[in-house]
């Protein structure tokens, strides 16, 4: 049994040990970008990469940017694997999460350039009914950074409901905060389309969805 003990107590060390070097050596592989932006659009290529110096993207990411069907950025930088040392290419195949939320944002933000609103504004100053319930001091600024407080919703939502834009609204007004707002971020995963819906809906002056919004404004042919 000395023995067995013994042999485990190795493995493990050596286990341990081989984690650290790997470790070490990922955290000193060097940076790497790649790719093409405009003239007009080089700010892009610096937000993009500063978003892996100061350690926000720990991997691998690309992005690219179209203007009246013509590709003015496409970047890319990081690991496609960072154990494998292996680079991200122009052609790496990701999985997408959520990226629909930074649409929803880019319709609050064409509201905001209108005048529609303010990022610091109450959400209760264009949707009174909001203020229900202890959410009469967040602010449309942490609803779309998810300090809203609202990571999910304690009213079960069925298909019907979630159809259906008028009884989304009752819900979210009937909500409480789940946690001090604006203090902490907790991610909106499911609830942070039908609260952009609203805010979109009581601040256009169409009183569109974000759906209707995003076709009529954003994605409709020129």
């Not at 050596?25 to 060097?30: A, D, Q, R, V």
């Not at 209108?114 to 990022?119: E, N, V």
């Not at 779309?144 to 259906?164: C, K, N, Q, V, W």
Request: net charge neutral.
């Amino acid at each position: 049994s000395m023995g067995l003990l013994r042999y485990g107590l190795i493995l493990g060390f050596l286990a341990f040990l081989a984690h650290v070097i790997v470790d070490k050596l990922h955290s000193k592989l060097p940076l790497h970008f790649d790719g093409h932006v405009e003239k007009g659009y080089e700010n892009i290529r610096i937000a993009f990469e500063q978003n892996f110096l100061d350690g926000w993207e720990s991997e691998g990411a690309s992005f690219a940017m179209f203007l009246k069907g013509k590709k003015v950025v496409d970047i890319w930088g990081g690991y496609a694997d960072k154990q494998a040392a292996r680079i991200w290419k122009e052609d790496t195949i990701t999985v997408t999460f959520s990226t629909t939320k930074a649409v929803a944002a880019v319709c609050i933000a064409m509201l905001a350039d209108r005048g529609r609103l303010k990022y610091d504004d109450l959400v209760s100053k264009h949707w009174p009914g909001f203020a229900k319930n202890g959410k009469e001091n967040i602010t449309i600024e942490w609803v779309l950074s998810h300090m809203g407080a609202l990571p999910y919703f304690d009213t079960p939502i069925t298909e019907e409901m979630a159809r259906d834009h008028n009884l989304m609204r009752k819900v979210i007004e009937n909500e409480t905060p789940k946690r001090p707002a604006g203090q902490s971020s907790g991610y909106h995963l499911l609830t942070y389309g039908w609260l952009v819906d609203q805010i979109i809906r009581h601040t256009d002056e169409k009183h569109r969805g974000v759906g209707q919004f995003l076709r009529e404004e954003i994605t409709k042919p020129n």
